[in-house]
């Protein structure tokens, strides 16, 4: 239950501490001094995106805080898969900057909106107008009969299998695309693959081609010029290897007498064996160079045909042709294998749709039997709300497809007219009608959803007299049975509550501030007779406030 509410610096309060009790809270005041605000605020720590406005003071932050009391609520669970630290009682805190920046904590540590919606949709169920408008909603309606069906890991269940089923038509839709679409271009692309493929392509061949090409092309100019080198080396008679001996021969004659010869002949020597081996691999390579005009034109063709894949593909050198080539192959290697994939995703899709309508099936089994007994206990809270013809259905067909909530289309109808048959209730229910079943509503799937507290905002909105004190009845009944925190605007309804708190506005020379309190019982006949007669309260407006007060 909620225990405590502090807030800070917001919109028209300045400050508050509220202390809420069990049973049945009541909040009563005039119109426009602030009791939405209190929603506000509570919606504000529950998890609400923070509105433009929120600050009161612009230099300040505005913090709004909530003790909770969890004990036997069975959080245990839900803390843990957060990863956050249980205690009882539970603060969530909630703080919006000057700048416009939202924190959010529980039990002090740092939280992310959506862990603290998490947290406060176990703790406190707010019913606003807005919601009594969503009555019609086909959401609305299928998670009010799940809440009775207490379907929930169930509902889980198929959720889980609807989303992968989904998934998988998706991928399947779009590998078909994508096949299709590779399917047109296929011959091409095997074109191009082949053609890159009988290329017989080598990372480096262009370079080594290039290089054959100059030597071909000026082969005659080589040989010449290495016969020559080898010529000028080893001829007989003047060639340089010939001198180097003679050379060798006069410095040995006259090294007995003068030593240096020796060191000078042993460099000539080394010399004259490195210009042999020179000549050597000369006369080798003057052999091995060919005049080859086949060959020549062979190299042309191959390099006409490297340069052309290249302009072709726009690529800059071999290696990307190979890339390219390479890809190509992937690609056609997908095109032979998307029949297999396509088959595989099929067939996978087949069963999580089995999967899901099996769910679906179970989950319309929860429903069906859940709608008698909402049909029953609305029927009987709307009959004690002055209601005696009322007759309530929940029409479960089946839908025309699966959605994310299964395969039922659920439509309240509704008539508290002995002669009509009941219609969509956006169709028939008038305003008070309308409050009347969404109490019948809320008093049945409160208890269901096992909820430690429950806000009514107005929830007697087009009702009085005896139908209100009656509306009052049921909400104290309710009660019983968890927190109960009640905005009203009748006396009947007020007078119900064990615990009565009053809104007021209260003007400083400098603001106008929001200000809540908890009335002692003097003050809450006073209160109540107010509600009754006016701003002048009368004799008969007390003793009627007495009497409603018991």
């Not at 416009?100 to 740092?110: C, E």
């Not at 799937?445 to 139908?467: C, M, N, W, Y």
């Not at 019982?521 to 409603?548: D, F, N």
């Amino acid at each position: 239950m909620l225990r405590r509410l502090t807030v800070e610096n917001y919109a028209l309060i300045d400050s508050l501490d509220i202390t809420f009790s069990e049973g049945l809270n009541t909040i009563t005041g005039e119109t426009g001094a602030g009791k939405s605000l209190l929603l506000g605020a509570l919606s504000l720590l529950l998890g609400a995106k923070a509105e433009e406005g929120v600050l009161r003071d612009k230099a300040r932050p505005c913090v709004v805080e909530g003790e909770f009391g969890t004990a036997d609520l069975g959080l245990e669970p839900l803390f843990e898969t957060l990863d956050l630290e249980y205690a009882d009682p539970t603060i969530l805190r909630r703080v919006v900057s000057p700048a416009g920046k939202s924190r959010a904590f529980v039990n002090d540590l740092p939280v992310t909106l959506a862990q603290l919606r998490e947290v406060g949709d176990r703790l406190v169920d707010i019913h606003s107008q807005r919601q009594t408008q969503l009555l019609s909603s086909p959401e609305f309606q299928i998670a009010l009969v799940d809440s009775v069906a207490e379907n929930l890991a169930l509902s889980g269940r198929y959720g889980e299998t609807y989303n992968r089923w989904r998934k998988s038509l998706r991928e399947l839709e779009q590998l078909r695309r994508s096949a299709e679409a590779i399917r047109r271009d296929e011959d091409y692309l095997r074109f191009q693959w082949q053609e890159l493929d009988e290329a017989r392509l080598r990372s480096d061949e262009q370079e080594e081609q290039e290089t054959l090409l100059n030597e071909l092309t000026h082969a005659v100019e080589i040989k010449e010029a290495l016969f020559a080198c080898d010529n000028l080396l080893s001829d007989d008679e003047n060639g340089i290897l010939t001198h180097l001996k003679a050379i060798s021969s006069e410095l040995l004659r006259v090294a007995a007498v003068f030593p240096k010869s020796g060191a000078w002949e042993e460099r000539v020597r080394g010399v004259r064996e490195e210009l042999k081996d020179i000549g050597s691999e000369l006369s080798a390579e003057g052999e091995r160079v060919e005049v080859d005009p086949q060959r020549l034109e062979a190299t042309e063709n191959r390099l006409d045909r490297l340069y052309s894949l290249q302009q072709k593909h726009k690529v800059a050198d071999v290696p990307a042709l190979i890339a390219l080539r390479d890809e190509m192959a992937v690609r056609l290697d997908g095109i032979q294998h998307a029949d297999q994939e396509i088959d595989r995703l099929r067939q996978q899709a087949e069963r999580l749709g089995e999967e899901a309508s099996a769910l679906a099936l179970r989950l319309t089994e929860t429903r069906q039997k859940a709608a008698p007994v909402i049909e029953k206990q609305v029927i009987d809270i709307c009959s004690r709300l002055g209601m005696p013809n009322v007759r309530f259905q929940v029409e479960i067909t089946p839908a025309e497809e699966l959605s994310p909530k299964g395969g039922d289309r659920i439509v309240f109808r509704f008539t508290a007219n002995k002669n009509s048959a009941p219609q969509p209730v956006e169709k028939i229910a008038s305003g008070g009608e309308t409050s009347r079943l969404m109490l019948a509503l809320k008093s049945l799937t409160a208890r269901h959803k096992q909820l430690p507290t429950i806000i009514f905002d107005e929830i007697d909105t087009g009702v009085s007299g005896e139908i209100a004190d009656r509306m009052g009845q049921i909400l104290f009944d309710l009660s019983t049975h968890l927190q109960v925190i009640n905005i009203t605007h009748l006396p009947q309804v007020a007078s119900k509550g064990t615990t009565h708190f009053r809104v007021y506005k209260e003007d400083t020379p400098t603001a106008t501030n929001t200000r809540i309190r908890r009335l002692r019982p003097q003050e809450r006949i006073e209160e109540i007779a107010k509600m009754l007669s006016g701003s002048h309260i009368t004799e008969a407006a007390i003793r009627q406030a007495k009497s409603l007060l018991g």
